[in-house]
Nanobody, 124 residues
Framework: IQLVESGGGLVQAGGSLSLSCAAS????????MGWFRQAPGKEREFVAA????????YYADSVKDRFTVSRDNAKNTVFLQMNTLKSEDTAVYYC??????????????????WGQGTQVTVSS
């Protein structure tokens, strides 16, 4: 499937941003979806993931209680609401789809399809 992220930008510390990831393909609703981020000079890291039903969500400890992942299968879209942003949240954010329906991966290598990324910059 093809994925396109949007919603990134510049925000002050303590502020909020909402990212969207629009997917093409009829089978989007079957796939677990993940959000990852990559800061300059660092490896891509897991942020959040959501199972096909939307009822099961998973978060990295660094974003738990600040970020919320959700999805609207009717609109082929997954969202990442980011609140109380910190300077260390600055990164390019990617959404990804995992074609293995039996798991919710937390490693980049477990995901098959990726968007192009959207920049999030948090100023302190």
């Amino acid at each position: 499937i093809q994925l396109v992220e949007s919603g990134g930008g510049l925000v002050q510390a303590g502020g909020s941003l909402s990212l969207s990831c629009a997917a093409s393909g009829r089978t989007f609703s079957n796939y677990p979806m993940g959000w990852f981020r990559q800061a300059p000079g660092k490896e891509r890291e897991f942020v959040a993931a959501i199972k096909w039903s939307g009822r099961n969500t998973y978060y990295a400890d660094s974003v738990k209680d600040r970020f919320t992942v959700s999805r609207d299968n009717a609109k082929n879209t997954v969202f990442l609401q980011m609140n109380t942003l910190k300077s260390e949240d600055t990164a390019v954010y990617y959404c990804a789809a995992d074609r293995n329906l039996a798991r919710v991966g937390v490693r980049p290598g477990e995901y098959d399809d990726w968007g192009q990324g959207t920049q999030v910059t948090v100023s302190s």
